[in-house]
């Protein structure tokens, strides 16, 4: 992770050395939590919030990196290294780094002051003419991810193992209000939190505001909240879109869900009027065997078909006691009647004996048919012997 932190400089005359260099303390960085900008993969700029830890930015081999810290002139687009120095080196920090605590603050938080050094007349005279005005700090650290509150300040990452690369001379300043260059002895200062220069008994001119407009009213904001605004409109943006797709789903699966219900209610209608078709048909042929049975002057109204098959039965088989039999029970033995009474009515001439003999009676009991049917058989074979006698008359 690379980061980069600003302090201010002052536009007037600054104290320079004999030989020309310009030298001046500054308060480079400090503990408490630093708003960074970074962007995501799809371009978008999104603020981040990292603490800086006491632990960890006096940490010793932090500290070290800032001892003949080298100074640029902007950020250069790689880190400084021994083979491209000689590129951008403009001056340095020239004495060990120092721990204060900056009188009037009300963060309570420790700062780190060091002097810096420029001897590059290209840099000094971009400070005097105040084109380029603050001081940033580029360095690397690990970033870790636990986030928390810190004195009532949230943040998002614990900034790890600071190494300090270089420091640059850059246009503005967006770093903490108390890290600021000192100018004199006594004691002239200078913001470095994104506003600009502010001198002993100097108003402090308000830093360029942007504009933003939100449900119908303007307001005027700095560049943190101007971008912070943008990246939140633009994830309403995208939710909005979100939705409008999903309550386009939505709509699509509620129609096919209403589609398959009324096909599930004609399908539940078509079913009902099968069923009542298959019941009718079903009570009908009841009926027809019945009356076989039954005679055609039985009343059949109103009796449930158990009802109805009980009492062919019972007019077939009066022996049969059906009480307390299941109504499996009585569907066989109704089919088995029903079915023996059809095979009566099937028999060859041999056995229309016996046939006219059910005919005539008030009721048959079927369980005697076989013994019926032998004395008929009997009586055929007798009349089959005596047919050469002229007195004896054929059984039809």
Same mark, same amino acid.
């Given at each position: 992770?690379?980061?980069?932190?600003?302090?201010?400089?002052?536009?007037?005359?600054?104290?320079?050395?004999?030989?020309?260099?310009?030298?001046?303390?500054?308060?480079?960085?400090?503990?408490?939590?630093?708003?960074?900008?970074?962007?995501?993969?799809?371009?978008?700029?999104?603020?981040?919030?990292?603490?800086?830890?006491?632990?960890?930015?006096?940490?010793?081999?932090?500290?070290?990196?800032?001892?003949?810290?080298?100074?640029?002139?902007?950020?250069?687009?790689?880190?400084?290294?021994?083979?491209?120095?000689?590129?951008?080196?403009?001056?340095?920090?020239?004495?060990?780094?120092?721990?204060?605590?900056?009188?009037?603050?009300?963060?309570?938080?420790?700062?780190?002051?060091?002097?810096?050094?420029?001897?590059?007349?290209?840099?000094?005279?971009?400070?005097?003419?105040?084109?380029?005005?603050?001081?940033?700090?580029?360095?690397?650290?690990?970033?870790?991810?636990?986030?928390?509150?810190?004195?009532?300040?949230?943040?998002?990452?614990?900034?790890?193992?600071?190494?300090?690369?270089?420091?640059?001379?850059?246009?503005?300043?967006?770093?903490?209000?108390?890290?600021?260059?000192?100018?004199?002895?006594?004691?002239?200062?200078?913001?470095?939190?994104?506003?600009?220069?502010?001198?002993?008994?100097?108003?402090?001119?308000?830093?360029?505001?942007?504009?933003?407009?939100?449900?119908?009213?303007?307001?005027?904001?700095?560049?943190?909240?101007?971008?912070?605004?943008? =990246?939140?409109?633009?994830?309403?943006?995208?939710?909005?879109?979100?939705?409008?797709?999903?309550?386009?789903?939505?709509?699509?699966?509620?129609?096919?869900?209403?589609? =398959?219900?009324?096909?599930?209610? *004609?399908?539940?209608?078509?079913?009902?009027?099968? =069923?009542?078709?298959?019941?009718?048909?079903?009570?009908?042929?009841?009926?027809? *065997?019945?009356?076989?049975?039954?005679?055609?002057?039985?009343?059949?109204?109103?009796?449930?078909?158990?009802?109805?098959?009980?009492?062919?039965?019972?007019?077939?088989?009066?022996?049969?006691?059906?009480?307390?039999? *299941?109504?499996?029970?009585?569907?066989?033995?109704?089919?088995?009647?029903?079915?023996?009474?059809?095979?009566?009515?099937?028999?060859?001439?041999?056995?229309?004996?016996?046939?006219?003999?059910?005919?005539?009676?008030?009721?048959?009991?079927?369980?005697?048919?076989?013994?019926?049917?032998?004395?008929?058989?009997?009586?055929?074979?007798?009349?089959?012997?005596?047919?050469?006698?002229?007195?004896?008359?054929?059984?039809?």
């Amino acid at each position: 992770m690379q980061n980069r932190d600003f302090i201010a400089l002052d536009e007037r005359e600054l104290p320079r050395l004999p030989n020309g260099f310009l030298q001046v303390p500054a308060n480079l960085t400090r503990t408490g939590v630093f708003t960074y900008q970074t962007m995501t993969d799809s371009g978008e700029i999104k603020p981040i919030r990292q603490l800086r830890i006491h632990d960890e930015v006096f940490h010793q081999d932090s500290l070290s990196t800032l001892i003949g810290l080298p100074a640029t002139i902007d950020h250069p687009s790689e880190l400084v290294s021994p083979s491209n120095a000689k590129n951008y080196l403009v001056g340095m920090t020239s004495d060990k780094p120092k721990v204060v605590q900056v009188k009037g603050t009300s963060d309570g938080e420790d700062y780190i002051r060091q002097t810096v050094t420029f001897f590059n007349p290209d840099a000094i005279d971009l400070i005097k003419t105040r084109k380029k005005t603050a001081l940033s700090l580029g360095y690397t650290c690990d970033l870790d991810e636990t986030p928390g509150v810190w004195k009532g300040q949230p943040y998002d990452f614990i900034q790890r193992n600071i190494r300090y690369n270089h420091l640059s001379l850059v246009d503005r300043a967006r770093g903490g209000a108390e890290c600021k260059v000192i100018l004199d002895a006594e004691g002239s200062e200078f913001l470095c939190d994104g506003l600009e220069l502010i001198a002993e008994n100097k108003p402090l001119e308000k830093e360029k505001m942007k504009q933003i407009t939100y449900k119908g009213s303007s307001f005027q904001v700095d560049d943190a909240s101007f971008i912070v605004f943008n =990246s939140l409109q633009r994830d309403n943006e995208e939710l909005q879109k979100s939705l409008e797709v999903e309550t386009r789903e939505k709509d699509a699966l509620a129609a096919k869900l209403d589609e =398959s219900q009324d096909k599930v209610k *004609s399908l539940e209608e078509s079913l009902k009027t099968d =069923s009542v078709d298959k019941l009718v048909e079903a009570r009908v042929g009841l009926e027809v *065997s019945a009356r076989k049975v039954l005679g055609e002057s039985e009343n059949l109204r109103g009796k449930t078909d158990r009802d109805i098959k009980v009492t062919v039965i019972k007019k077939l088989r009066p022996s049969i006691s059906l009480d307390g039999k *299941s109504d499996e029970y009585v569907n066989v033995r109704f089919d088995c009647c029903i079915e023996d009474l059809s095979s009566f009515n099937n028999r060859p001439k041999l056995e229309r004996e016996f046939g006219q003999q059910i005919s005539n009676r008030d009721s048959v009991n079927l369980d005697d048919s076989e013994k019926v049917l032998e004395e008929a058989k009997a009586r055929h074979y007798q009349n089959a012997r005596n047919r050469w006698k002229t007195n004896v008359k054929e059984i039809n």
